[in-house]
C-alpha cells in the first residue's frame, strides 16, 4: 500500500480554507481516483513540539492506493483538474511525499 501525502506550509500571510478542502476538494479527488483511492485522512496542524508554537503544516492531506501505478494511472489523466482546484482553497506553498506504508 502506499500513502500519497500533500503538505501545506503553515505560511503568514498564507490562507487556507479547511471547510472547502474537506468537503469540496477531497471528494472530487476521490471521485475522479475512483476505486484506485481506497481511503483518505486529513489532518489539520494544532502546534510544533515547543508549547505555544505554530504547526509547520496547517494542513495535511493523505489519499491510500493498493500501489503505485494504481495511484498514477488514475491521477495522470485527473491531474489537470486536481490542480487546478488548488487556489479555491489555499495561496499555500505544498510538498508532495509518495511513501510505501510499512505499519498501518
Do not use: R, W
Amino acid at each position: 500500500m502506499i500513502k500519497v501525502s500533500v503538505l501545506y506550509l503553515k505560511e503568514e500571510g498564507k490562507t487556507f480554507d479547511m471547510s472547502y478542502y474537506c468537503e469540496t476538494h477531497i471528494p472530487m479527488v476521490q471521485k475522479l481516483l475512483g476505486s484506485a483511492c481506497t481511503n483518505v485522512a486529513v489532518e489539520q496542524g494544532l502546534a510544533a513540539m515547543a508549547p505555544g508554537s505554530l504547526p509547520t503544516y496547517v494542513a495535511m492531506g493523505h489519499l491510500y492506493c493498493n500501489s503505485l501505478a494504481d495511484f498514477q494511472s488514475s491521477f495522470g489523466p485527473n491531474a489537470e483538474v486536481i490542480l487546478s482546484d488548488i487556489p479555491n482553497y489555499t495561496d499555500t506553498t505544498y510538498i508532495v511525499q509518495i511513501s510505501e506504508v510499512k505499519i498501518g
